[in-house]
């Protein structure tokens, strides 16, 4: 599986910004999709996860209620709409790709078995 990420920018707060991940060599309609983001200087930390075929999600507690993840299908593609930026969203964003996962394993990058290169999102305040 092969996920290439893309849609990020310089933003203002409380702009928006939507990520896309693109999925190739294998449909993901079995995979557990998640993002994933990390500043300088910090760990890597979860952001939002969506199960592809159940289509529950996941999301860290600091995006709840400003960020959507959804699934396109039919294009293979899993988005993230960032909504009400803030300054502290500033980091480099993956998405992730997990064959299989628990849930309570959900937020964890250990679970992810793919990643993407990397977006840059930068929020101005």
């Known amino acids: 599986v092969q996920l290439q990420a893309s849609g990020g920018g310089l933003v203002q707060a409380g702009g928006s910004l939507r990520l896309s991940c693109a999925a190739s060599?294998?449909?993901?309609?079995?995979?557990?999709m998640g993002w994933f983001r990390q500043a300088p200087g910090k760990e890597r930390e979860f952001v939002a996860a969506v199960k592809w075929s159940a289509g529950s999600t996941y999301y860290a507690d600091s995006v709840k209620g400003r960020f959507t993840i959804s699934r396109d299908n039919t294009k293979n593609t899993v988005y993230l709409q960032m909504n009400s930026l803030k300054p502290e969203d500033t980091a480099v964003y993956y998405c992730?790709?997990?064959?299989?996962?628990?849930?309570?394993?959900?937020?964890?990058?250990?679970?992810?078995?793919?990643w993407g290169q990397g977006t840059q999102v930068t929020v101005s305040s």
């Open positions: 992730a790709a997990a064959a299989r996962v628990i849930t309570t394993m959900i937020r964890l990058a250990s679970s992810y078995d793919y």
């Open positions: 060599g294998r449909t993901l309609s079995s995979y557990t």
